[in-house]
Structures are given as C-alpha cells and as structure tokens.
C-alpha cells in the first residue's frame, strides 16, 4: 500500500521528475522602456544609413540648401538688374520720342522758312524786273498763282500776286472772281465764288502791286481739277485778267 505513494513522490521530485523552467519576473514598465529604446536606436540607425547613402550617392542637404540660396540670391540680383535696365530702357525711349518730336517740329519748321524763302525770292525777282513803263498799254498782270489743298477736308488755298503796267496814274479797283472745276459723284461740275456778289476780302485796290489770299471750301468728297482766278474792274462783266491752275 505505501509502494504507490511513495513511487509517484519520486517520479514527481526523484531523478525521473519532469523540468521545471525558472523565468524571472520583470516590470512591464521596464519592457515598455526597453521598447521604446530598441525603437530608438532603430530609427537613428535607419536615418544614420539614410543619410550615408544619401551622401554616397552625391547628395548633401547642406549644399544642397546652400546652393539653392545662391541661386535665390542671384535670382534677386537679377531681378534688381532687369528692373533699372528696363528703367534705362524706358527712359532711352522717352528720351528718344522727345528728340524725334523735337526733330520732326524742327522739320515743319524749316519747311516752312524755306518756303518763305522761296516764296521771297520769287518776290524780289518779280520787282527787280518791275521797272516803271514796262507795260506802256496799262495790262493788268497775275503773278505766281497757286491753289493747294488746306488744313480741313475740302478747304483750299490759293495766292497771287498782281500788278499793273503804264504810267499808275490812278489805282486799280475791282474784284476777283475764281472758278472751280470739280468732280463729285463720278459727275463734273463748275462752280464760281464767291456766289453771291462778293465780299470786302474779294475786293482789289492797289496802284502797283498787290499780294492776294484767300480760302475757299467745297464738298470734302469732291475732287478739285483746275481752279481759274478772274480779275474784273468797277462793275465790269469783262474780265481784265485771267489764269489757271491744274491740281490734277
């Protein structure tokens, strides 16, 4: 009876009992830290290798943000750059416009003085040979008349200079008549100014020589051909003098 007991106490405790594994018992807050370590460790080690690869296959971040600053900068300096060479620029071609405004009024303005030149040298050959009791028959004379178009559509200009020969006892008094050949519509017309018997700037009154101007307007679609200028005396209906002038 007491060979059972004792068989099953040295199977359990004797040499033929089975292992027993001791395991030390730690913290769980001593786990978590060692966790937390481990992690740590792996991360810095895996940004250590990130970087060293990074800088083995050519790539720095410092001279990578270093250079990318120098390229800001020069992009600043350029920009400063652009920005007075387009001043400069702009000022050139203010500067530019003024002077070919300038040179274009200083052209008008020559034109101008050498048509007066023109004009009184014409003048002066005109009376060097005027000479006293060249036209003993008393002729009335037109001189250098022009017509040229004006400043306004349809307006027109015209000069002449007059003249009378023989002994110039009395001055001569009339008035001038001038007719205008035209073209309007695809139709010719003839039309004579003044209509209306005449104004105070169409009357002529001089003993030797007188200069004549005036303006006239027609429709601004019509197309001047040849204008004729007729220089009556007193209420004469006989004109004195005549002469034409072709715009085209």
Do not use: C
């Not at 786990?31 to 460790?41: D, P």
């Not at 300096?77 to 002077?99: D, F, G, M, Y």
């Not at 007188?210 to 006989?238: D, H, L, N, W, Y």
Request: proline share 3%; charged share 30%; aromatic share 8%.
């Amino acid at each position: 009876m007491l060979s059972k007991p004792l068989k099953k106490i040295r199977q359990r405790f004797g040499i033929s009992a089975p292992r027993m594994t001791v395991k030390t018992h730690v913290a769980w807050y001593w786990r978590m830290l060692g966790i937390i370590a481990i992690l740590s460790t792996s991360f810095a080690l895996a940004a250590w290798i990130y970087d060293a690869g990074r800088r083995f296959a050519g790539f720095d971040r410092s001279e990578a943000e270093q250079e990318l600053s120098q390229l800001r900068e020069s992009t600043r300096r350029l920009t400063r750059e652009s920005a007075e060479l387009r001043a400069n620029v702009n000022a050139s071609e203010s500067k530019l416009q003024i002077e070919r405004a300038a040179q274009a009024q200083l052209g008008r303005q020559v034109k101008v003085l050498e048509d007066e030149n023109a004009r009184l040298k014409e003048d002066l050959a005109f009376f060097e040979n005027l000479i006293p009791g060249e036209h003993r028959d008393n002729t009335l004379l037109i001189n250098r008349f022009r017509v040229e178009p004006g400043a306004l559509p349809g307006e027109f200009r015209y000069r002449l200079l007059l003249s009378q020969g023989g002994r110039r006892d009395k001055p001569f008094r009339g008035n001038l008549q001038l007719v205008v050949s035209l073209q309007q519509d695809g139709k010719d017309a003839i039309i004579t100014l003044p209509e209306d018997g005449g104004t105070e700037a169409d009357k002529i009154n001089f003993t030797y020589v007188q200069r004549v101007e005036g303006t006239f307007r027609v429709a601004p679609a019509a197309r001047v051909k040849r204008v004729q200028v007729r220089i009556f005396e007193g209420g004469s209906t006989q004109a004195r003098a005549t002469q034409s002038f072709n715009l085209s």
